[in-house]
């Protein structure tokens, strides 16, 4: 059992420049005008990790069309990974999404990140299909996975 599993909250506009802060030490290329329509727009919902009065972490999901939504980010603190703060903030956010009545999960990620497969299929996600060439990197295109989790 975690010593201090954080606790999890909705983000508002006054978190944005934390946000933005551990985006920038982890490249998700998220500015503070991207971060804070995320917060305002009622289609998103952004999920704070904190412990020991710090963030942590956050998930960004939304895109709620039909029965579905889209995990678009998460992000938990290098210092802090492997110790079951990703669960619990990925769930957190998602249960926002189940009490509005979605019923599915959708996500991408590029196929080298093996880290984020481990992850993903541990919680129960599964692969649906994949998308060729989808991520151009300095050097070549890589293919995304496509999985999704019934909520």
Known sequence: MLRDSGDTRTAVVDDCK???ALNSENDLRLNVTQIRRFIENDLTHLTLLILNERLKGFAISGGFVADEITLMH???SPDQRKRGLGRKLLTDNLCFWREKGAKRCLLEMRMSNNEA???YTKL???VDGFRPNYY????FR???ILMSLSL
């Open 74 to 76: 998460i992000l938990i």
């Open 124 to 126: 129960g996600f599964a």
């Open 136 to 139: 151009l990197t300095d050097n």
């Open 117 to 119: 497969k481990s992850f």
């Open 18 to 20: 934390d946000i933005a």
């Open 142 to 144: 890589e293919d995304a």
